[in-house]
Structure formats: C-alpha cells, structure tokens
C-alpha cells in the first residue's frame, strides 16, 4: 500500500503539465465515513465450476483497520477549470449471509478497493468559504481477498477495471498555506477480477462517503 501511495504522490507532482498552467499546488489529505450500496456479484466457482450470482449488501467499516482514507493533489488555475489526480483507499466487505449463499467463507476489497483517477476540478469562490465540484476517470485496482467454499484463498492486489469519481464540498482557508474542507463523495467501478484454481467474480462496487480533510497550498 504505501508503494501505491509513493507513486501517486510522485505521479501528482511531476505531472507535465503543473509547472506551465498551475497556478499553485494543494495537497490534501481525508478520511470520513464511507458505505458501499448493494452491488450483484457473478461468476464461476474455482471449485464446482458452477455458475453464482447473489445480491451482496456490502460493508464499509471505514473505522477498522485498515481505515477509509484519501489523497488528492489539485493545481490550481484562475478563473478556469483546475485539474489534478487522487488516490482513494475504499473498503468493502461482503457480510455473512451474502457468503453463505454465495458460497464462500470470505469476501472482501479492504486493503483496499484502491481508486486512482485524473479529476477536472471547478471553484467558486464565497467571502470566507469556498465550494467546489470535481469528477474523474481512472482505473480500481483492489486487493482480492477471496475464499471460496473448500477453494484456494486469492489474496492479491488485481487491475480490476475502470472507476470513475465525483465529489461536491467546502473548504475555508485558515492561512495562506492550510484549509479545511467537508465534501460528499461518489465512486463507481467496474470489478472484474481472476480468482485462483480458474474462478472469477464481477460487480459493480459503488461508494458513498462524507469525507472531512486538511490542505496544504505551495
């Protein structure tokens, strides 16, 4: 995980294109609480080959370790749209009645379901308080934790698919260099991963979450 973290803020950084259009850079930081709504997950079992599908009321438990968080670099740009990339560390976790039916001893995407994307960011300006909108493209790349019924146990990060993310929030600025912000974010991707012994599973993970964080301008 924190060679995921390492490369995004790396990544964020040397970006092309900052050093000629940001006007100034912002690094935030946030955690908050995060839910993830009833997805419908599919495949084939490694062990019976056997086709599933059951609808699964994941879990979020943004609190337990490893806990919910979230990075975002922005540049900033006056008067036009701001660009920049984030890295979010979703969690779902498949509850005990999901499992059973699906036949499995174990699901989940906690370490985590992982969501890198390139957002477009707009700013609006009031008195002491600021809002803003974003959305971003990008890719999930989840850590597979999967056990299926007298099956192997598939334990690894995995590229799952495409993931997109939109956020709405307000920021006050305390200083020149540190704000705080509150915001109402939204993530969707497409989870399409390999399971070890020839299974697979697909779904559709979404999240909501209220997220709380501090920024650092330079």
């Known amino acids: 995980m924190l060679r995921f973290i390492f490369c995004f803020l790396v990544f964020s950084i040397f970006l092309p294109t900052q050093n000629i259009y940001a006007n100034s850079i912002e690094i935030s930081f946030y955690g908050g609480v995060q839910s993830s709504p ?26 337990e370790a490893p806990i919910y968080y979230g990075i975002r670099t922005t ?23 999901a499992l059973q039916s699906a036949g499995f ?16 960011i707009k700013l609006w300006e009031l008195n002491d308080f600021n809002t803003y909108s974003l959305a971003g493209l990008g890719v999930a790349i989840p850590h597979v934790d999967a056990l299926p019924s007298g099956g192997l146990h598939t334990f690894e990060y995995q590229f799952s698919g495409l993931a997109f993310r939109a956020a709405i929030g307000l920021s006050r600025r305390l200083n020149d ?5 509150s915001e109402y974010q ?20 979404l999240t909501n979450a209220f997220n709380f964080g501090i920024s650092y301008n330079f």
Not at 38 to 63: C, D, M, N, P
Not at 75 to 97: C, M, N, Q
Not at 177 to 181: A, L, N, Q, R
């Open 105 to 120: 001893d174990r699901l989940e995407f906690t370490d985590g379901h992982n969501i890198f994307t390139v957002n477009i």
């Open 75 to 97: 540049f900033w740009r006056d008067d036009r749209l701001s660009y920049g990339a984030e890295f979010t560390h979703t969690k779902a976790y498949a509850p005990t009645s």
């Open 177 to 181: 260099e540190f704000s705080v912000f």
């Open 38 to 63: 009833h997805s419908r997950i599919t495949g084939k079992h490694s062990t019976s080959g056997a086709q599933y599908s059951e609808l699964v009321g994941w879990e979020g438990k943004s609190f």
């Open 186 to 205: 939204f993530t969707a991707s497409d989870t399409k991963v390999t399971l070890l012994n020839g299974g697979s599973l697909n779904t559709k993970l």
